[in-house]
C-alpha cells in the first residue's frame, strides 16, 4: 500500500474487499445503476481487480483495467484498457487520480483509454498522447426518441417530429440494402464459430487480438449474452456483424459490436442499411457503429446519412519507439472492445 495524503487515505487493490464496499462506491458515482450492472462490473473486471483509494474501509477513487493482447505489425503486446476512473466530488484534488494512474501504469507496457477532460488532464501529465481518430456514427431512425431529448420533449411532440425522419431513412436504407433476406440468430458456440471462419480484421493496422478465448468471454460469458445476434445476408454469409439489442433504458437501439470485414466497405453498407431497416420496424431509435476508419466513416455519411461524434482517445507505450509509431499508425477498435456496454 502507498500512503496519501490526508494520512488515512490509502490505495490497494480491490482483490480482498467485501463487493458491497465497491458497490456503495458505484452507488455513489453512478446512482442509476442496479444490481444487474454490479454483476455486469464482476465480469468486465474478471481478470484484473480495480485499484481504489480507500478513505478507512470505504472507496472514494476508483481505477479499473481490462487486459487484451494488442497486435502491432502483426506482434502481440500486452496491454490495458483504462476504464471507470472515478474519485467522488469530496476527494477530488487530492492526488488521487495521479496516484491510481501511477499504479495502474505498472501492470503493462502499453495502455489505451477513452477519456474527458478532466482524465485526459492526469493522463497528460505521465506522457500519454490523444486522439481523435474513433468516429462513433449514429444512423438515425427515430432521433428524437434519443435519450437527450426526452427530458425536455414530451413523448407525443417527438412522435410527431419522427414523423418525416422516419419515412426519409426507412426509404434511404432499403434503397442501400437492397433485397437481400436478413438472417439474424442468437450467439451461441455454433454462431461464435462460423462468424469466426470468416473474420478477417484488417492486419495492417494496430487491432485488438480477439480470438476464440477472447470471443468466448466477451460474447459467451457476458451478462448480455441474451441480448447478443449473429447477422448476415442470405446472399453474403461471410459478411456478418455480432449485434447488441438494447431495450433497457428509455431509448431502445442497436450496437454493432463487431464487422466479420471490416475492410469489405460496399458489402458492410448493405449490411448495415438491412439492420438499420430491420431496426426501424422494430420501434429502434438508431443503430450504433464505432470505426477508425476516415475512409468508412467518409463512406457511411455519404451512402446512409449517417451523423458521428468523434471519441477522445489516448494511449501511452513505455518504449518511445512504439509510442512514437503509435502516433501515425492506423488504430482498429469497434464497440466489442473496451467497455461501451457499461454506458447502455
Not at 48 to 69: K, M, S
Not at 229 to 249: F, Y
Amino acid at each position: 500500500m502507498h500512503t496519501l495524503p490526508p494520512p488515512n487515505l490509502t490505495i490497494a487493490s480491490s482483490q480482498d474487499l467485501p463487493p458491497e464496499k465497491l458497490h456503495a462506491f458505484y452507488r455513489a458515482m453512478y446512482p442509476h445503476l442496479s444490481d444487474e450492472d454490479f454483476l455486469r462490473l464482476a465480469w468486465l473486471y474478471h481478470d484484473a481487480a480495480p485499484v481504489v483509494a480507500l478513505d478507512g474501509e470505504n472507496v472514494v477513487a476508483h481505477a479499473a483495467r481490462i487486459p487484451f493482447t494488442l497486435m502491432i505489425a502483426q506482434k502481440p503486446h500486452r496491454c490495458s484498457w483504462y476504464v471507470d476512473f472515478a474519485v467522488l466530488p469530496a476527494y477530488q484534488g487530492q492526488g488521487l487520480g495521479k496516484r491510481l494512474t501511477k499504479v495502474w501504469m505498472a501492470y503493462a507496457e502499453t495502455q489505451v483509454s477513452f477519456c474527458n477532460e478532466k482524465s485526459m488532464g492526469v493522463f497528460r501529465q505521465f506522457g500519454w498522447v490523444e486522439s481523435f481518430r474513433p468516429l462513433l456514427h449514429f444512423l438515425p431512425l427515430a432521433p428524437f426518441d434519443h435519450r437527450r431529448f426526452h427530458a425536455f420533449i414530451p413523448g407525443f411532440l417527438r412522435g410527431a417530429l419522427n414523423l418525416i425522419p422516419k419515412i426519409y431513412f426507412k426509404r434511404c436504407y432499403r434503397r442501400q440494402g437492397g433485397d437481400s433476406e436478413l438472417k439474424m440468430l442468437p450467439v451461441d458456440a455454433v454462431a461464435l464459430a462460423h462468424f469466426q471462419k470468416f473474420f478477417q480484421p484488417p492486419e495492417s493496422a494496430i487491432v485488438p487480438l480477439r480470438d476464440t478465448e477472447y470471443f468466448s468471454w466477451r460474447l459467451l460469458r457476458s451478462p448480455h449474452c441474451e441480448h447478443y445476434r449473429m447477422v448476415h445476408l442470405a446472399t453474403q454469409p461471410s459478411i456478418q456483424a455480432v449485434i447488441k439489442i438494447n431495450r433497457r433504458n428509455q431509448t431502445s437501439y442497436v450496437d454493432i459490436l463487431c464487422l466479420s470485414k471490416p475492410l469489405e466497405v460496399s458489402a458492410n453498407t448493405t449490411l448495415l442499411a438491412q439492420i438499420a431497416d430491420w431496426a426501424g420496424q422494430n420501434a429502434i431509435a438508431y443503430v450504433r457503429l464505432l470505426t477508425c476508419d476516415p475512409a468508412f466513416s467518409k463512406h457511411l455519411k455519404s451512402t446512409l446519412h449517417s451523423f458521428c461524434t468523434p471519441h477522445r482517445f489516448t494511449f501511452f507505450a513505455t518504449d518511445p519507439h512504439l509510442k512514437d509509431f503509435f502516433q501515425t499508425a492506423p488504430w482498429h477498435f469497434e464497440l466489442i472492445d473496451s467497455d461501451w456496454e457499461q454506458f447502455s
